[in-house]
């Protein structure tokens, strides 16, 4: 099980929606006989005009490669798909998305069936794939000796992040960026709420707004600073007190403005708990504290 030939790589692909179809054009185009298994047979038509091998199941797919990639909807179809299967001698990456329990329940699935695994978390979408530009990259973690083995032809797509051989680990970093993504989504949807029926330029807000949450995105570095030293008043630059005080106006604000105040409130609610329970003199991380159950 090794790569050392990796632009010519063989390998197998199961699953070929948005981002397995992007995942296989970019093997394809670097060169890597390409196997290719959708449940949906009519999806892989196209792929094998560029070159890809169709397999007629999911088991003569994973048979035709040491590297068997995988994704899929869900770990509900990841099950469907491989049974029957023999990963015997497999190196397994299963770039489907799920969480850090299911990821570590099939890291033990596949070591009892003889093959070494890997969970990938894309964190790209499919226009961002065979883009180097693009930032895009897939965090994996499981098994070191399968990364290493492998990562010439994982880097093909997009780039490759080891972050550890607990297989859930991957799975946990994608979803934590991708709550945090989710939290900036309802600021946006927020922000956009406020402003847009008034004789605002929206196309003129948006780069104002991007500069604004550029500008505050280093609040990371202090919070991870903050929670490793566990002193949540150091260098602070903006007090719980002070911020809960200038939640009034946000609030008062979006009442002005006919704005439901639901995505801010929840946060808002936390941090004059925190408040209330004495940690003034904090930053905001302390609320962290409250998440814990
Ligand atoms: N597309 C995106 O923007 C995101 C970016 C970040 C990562 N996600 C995850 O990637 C996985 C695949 O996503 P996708 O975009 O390719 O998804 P779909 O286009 O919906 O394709 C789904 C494929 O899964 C097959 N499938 C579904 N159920 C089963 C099943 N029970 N047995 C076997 N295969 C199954 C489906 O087959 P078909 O419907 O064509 O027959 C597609 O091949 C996903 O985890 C994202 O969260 C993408």
């Known amino acids: 099980m090794t790569d050392s030939t990796p632009h010519r790589t063989p390998l197998t692909l199961l699953g070929l929606g948005a981002m397995g179809t992007a995942l296989a054009r970019t093997w394809l185009a670097a060169g890597h006989p390409l196997t290719v298994w959708n449940r949906t047979a009519a999806r892989a038509e196209a792929l ?29 179809s990841v099950e469907d798909a491989l049974a029957g299967a023999d990963l015997t001698g497999k190196d397994l990456v299963n770039l489907t998305t ?105 196309l003129e807000f948006a780069p104002v707004l991007v500069e604004w949450l550029v500008a505050m995105a280093p609040a990371a570095h202090s919070t991870a600073e903050q929670l490793t030293s566990g002193d949540y008043t150091a260098d602070v630059a903006s007090n719980l007190a002070m911020m809960v005080s200038g939640n009034t106006t946000l609030v008062r604000t979006a009442e002005e403005q006919g704005v439901s105040g639901e995505l801010l409130l929840p946060f808002m609610d936390l941090m004059a708990r925190r408040l209330r329970d004495g940690h003034g003199d904090e930053s905001a991380t302390g609320v962290i504290e409250l998440l814990r159950r």
């Open 48 to 76: 094998a005009a560029e070159g890809a091998r169709i397999a007629p199941t999911a088991a003569r797919a994973v048979a035709a490669s040491d590297l068997v990639v995988l994704c899929l909807l869900d770990d509900a």
């Open 98 to 202: 799920g969480t850090p329990a299911q990821a570590r329940a099939r890291a033990a699935w596949a070591q009892e069936r003889g093959a070494r695994f890997l969970d990938g978390g894309i964190m790209a979408v499919p226009p961002m794939i065979g883009v180097p530009e693009s930032g895009g990259y897939v965090f994996y973690s499981g098994s070191r000796a399968a990364f290493d083995a492998r990562h010439g032809t994982l880097a093909v797509p997009t780039g490759a992040r080891y972050v550890g051989e607990d297989a859930g680990f991957a799975a946990l970093q994608d979803v934590a960026l991708l709550s945090a993504m989710t939290g900036m989504f309802a600021g946006l949807s927020h922000a956009f709420a406020l402003v847009r029926d008034e004789d605002i330029d929206l």
